[in-house]
């Protein structure tokens, strides 16, 4: 299991170190796109994206089904997984329910720790904020925080990213070693 999540604000970095850290890698690399053009602004940010990637690189733009994404990438590639944020937006958006949406992250979840190269997926940090003023936003956060604990409950490490600096995040037992000098 080499799998490492980067998790974090929009626009603080997460996705720059998951290029960085894909780009050191010797060997080849995939990445897995959730996102969707549904406005011209997504256009813009996805093509931004784009631009940002070796071509020889190989891209799945998959919104849906990144657990057969996943299992279709060659065995020896290193997996950029970009974004579990989008990728949740997309299944509430075509009506999945909070238990096919769990069921989709665990399945993921296999995909990825099943690999033997490292696998980096991003997602945002999004229940830090304000509570949400509409039932929908606060279903999406609530989600999102679930799924996101799903993926670092199993994760070999999980940093934080935020204004292009990052923090590792420990998992509960570690501080408790730490607190009692275990």
């Known amino acids: ?29 995939a990445l897995i796109a959730t996102g969707e053009a549904r406005d011209g602004e997504m256009a813009a940010r996805i093509e931004q994206h784009r631009r940002k990637r070796p071509s020889h690189w190989s891209t799945i733009e998959e919104p849906i089904e990144i657990a057969k994404a996943l299992e279709s990438v060659a065995d020896g590639a290193f997996v950029i997984l970009d974004c579990l944020t989008l990728w949740i937006a997309n299944l509430m958006d075509r009506g999945f329910s909070e238990k096919e949406i769990n069921d989709r992250a665990r399945d993921a979840l296999e995909a990825a720790v099943l690999r033997a190269p490292p696998v980096v997926v991003v997602t945002n940090e999004v229940g830090s904020g304000i509570v949400p003023d509409n039932p929908t936003a606060r279903a999406y956060r609530d989600l999102l925080g679930s799924i996101n604990s799903i993926f670092a409950n199993d994760a070999r490490r999980v940093l934080f990213v935020a204004a292009g600096r990052v923090m590792s995040m420990k998992r509960p037992e570690e501080v408790f070693d730490d607190v009692f000098d275990r």
């Open 1 to 29: 299991m080499a799998t490492t999540v980067l998790i974090g604000g929009a626009r603080s970095g997460k996705s720059a170190l998951a290029l960085e850290l894909a780009a050191a890698f010797d060997g080849p690399v």
